[in-house]
């Protein structure tokens, strides 16, 4: 390796999220992106079959996304949000309660996917000190994921990544849950799981309950039944329990509806929202929490206000970024452009993959489709999956795998050539396993 690469000259000086830098190879050096594709210093390009961890749908560089970013930071590029506002996050709030349907909803803006749960989390907590009830605990689901700061790792706490002595920020109890299809019935098992669940919803500390609606990204793209999620969910409501759904990851678009919560039809008292909100070019959270629980908030001095704020709390850069970005889905349909992902992973990839797969069965689900290489060990970072990554990058494919899981999640504008290489990879993937 040339000492003065970029990535020789990375090894030196940069520390990587979520890698064991003891193990990990060179990282991958990126120069430029178009549409569905990565361009290497050589110019060779590498398929984002992640969607750049899950926040990519437009494809890179969309002109309407770089001409709304320019636009803005030319107009006012940041001010504080504190006493202070501006049109693009009135707006955005303004359009985010509408295309969520969560009418008198409030929106708090903060940076990503975990500072928008850090966020819920502690309104939520707040909201039941607030109305002088014991209600201290969060109830999360097992195998959930909800981001790296110390609440969000709480919540996440029994997905195995975090150290026992991290997760003690906030008292966290943690559901059984069944796995399944969306569309599988209620059986046995998942009833006897739903009656577990709804016991320990029954204890009176439970403040709220969050949940990844329908699919549980980081655990390996595990799916729910919608009739499970709901009858969950219909009950902690029905127990006083807040409701917080985590769409970080599966929201605009990712499940072929615009968000997971329309495939269960459940109003949550929070919705934490980030990643693709922007299309996935700039760093945004949003927290839509319920009228209700923002009235809970006010009062006669600060005792009662919820102490949360960033430096670049609504930054108008992202939120102008992010209204561009609900635009784009109105002229380029992009929520057709999902359902032609799925029904090409359910035509083409599924077949193949059932062959090969080692249970759970293959998951499929708008545009992410998942599942788990035979004999592989399902730890995180493994030996092996540092092997696929290198197998599909020889073959143009950029991926990562979670454990012994192989997913697929490319942002949306993937057309007919694209489609052709990840075929054409997980053909030559599954002979050679077979
Ligand atoms: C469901 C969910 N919630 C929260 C997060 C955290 O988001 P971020 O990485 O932007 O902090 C993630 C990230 O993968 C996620 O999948």
Request: a negative charge; one cysteine or more; proline letters at 6%.
């Amino acid at each position: 390796m040339n000492p003065s690469s970029l990535s020789a000259r990375d090894k030196q000086i940069l520390w990587h999220p979520f890698t064991q830098h003891g193990l990990e190879q060179y990282p991958v050096e990126i120069t430029s992106a178009k549409g569905a594709y990565l361009f290497q210093s050589d110019g060779s390009k590498l398929l984002d079959c992640t969607s750049s961890w899950w926040v990519n749908i437009h494809g890179h560089g969309h002109p309407a996304l770089a001409e709304a970013l320019k636009r803005q930071a030319l107009q006012l590029d940041h001010v504080l949000f504190g006493g202070v506002t501006h049109e693009p996050a009135v707006r955005l709030a303004e359009r985010l309660v509408e295309v969520t349907g969560l009418a008198g909803h409030r929106v708090f803006y903060s940076d990503n996917g975990s500072t928008a749960v850090e966020v819920a989390l502690k309104a939520a907590l707040k909201h039941q000190r607030n109305r002088g009830l014991p209600r201290n605990t969060i109830a999360a689901l097992r195998g959930g994921y909800h981001g790296d700061t110390f609440g969000a790792m709480a919540a996440g706490g029994s997905i195995g990544y975090f150290d026992k002595a991290d997760l003690n920020a906030v008292p966290v109890v943690h559901l059984p849950v069944p796995h399944r299809a969306a569309d599988a019935p209620l059986d046995e098992e998942s009833l006897t799981l739903l009656g577990q669940c709804q016991s320990m919803l029954d204890e009176p500390h439970i403040a709220a309950l969050i949940v990844e609606p329908l699919i549980q990204g980081a655990a390996g793209m595990r799916t729910h039944s919608i009739a499970f999620m709901r009858a969950l969910l219909e009950y902690a409501r029905q127990r006083g329990v807040l409701l917080i759904v985590d769409e970080v990851m599966t929201g605009f678009g990712r499940t072929g509806n615009m968000f997971a919560l329309q495939h269960l039809g459940v109003v949550p008292d929070m919705l934490c929202l980030s990643k693709a909100l922007t299309g996935g070019i700039l760093p945004l959270g949003a927290t839509l929490i319920s009228g209700e629980v923002f009235d809970s908030f006010k009062g006669p001095d600060f005792s009662t206000a919820l102490a949360h704020g960033h430096s670049f709390t609504g930054n108008p850069i992202s939120c102008a970024v992010a209204l561009e970005s609900l635009h784009l889905f109105e002229r380029e349909q992009t929520l057709q452009r999902v359902l032609r992902l799925e029904q090409f992973y359910r035509e083409r990839l599924l077949p193949m993959a059932t062959q090969i797969a080692d249970l759970p069965p293959p998951r499929l689900l708008g545009g992410i489709f998942a599942f788990e290489v035979p004999g592989m060990d399902s730890r995180y970072g493994n030996a092996g999956a540092r092997g696929l990554i290198s197998w599909f990058l020889k073959r143009g494919l950029l991926l990562r795998p979670i454990g012994n899981t192989l997913y697929l999640m490319p942002p949306f504008c993937v057309g007919d050539a694209e489609l052709a290489l990840l075929e054409g990879a997980l053909h030559e993937f599954v002979n050679e396993l077979r």
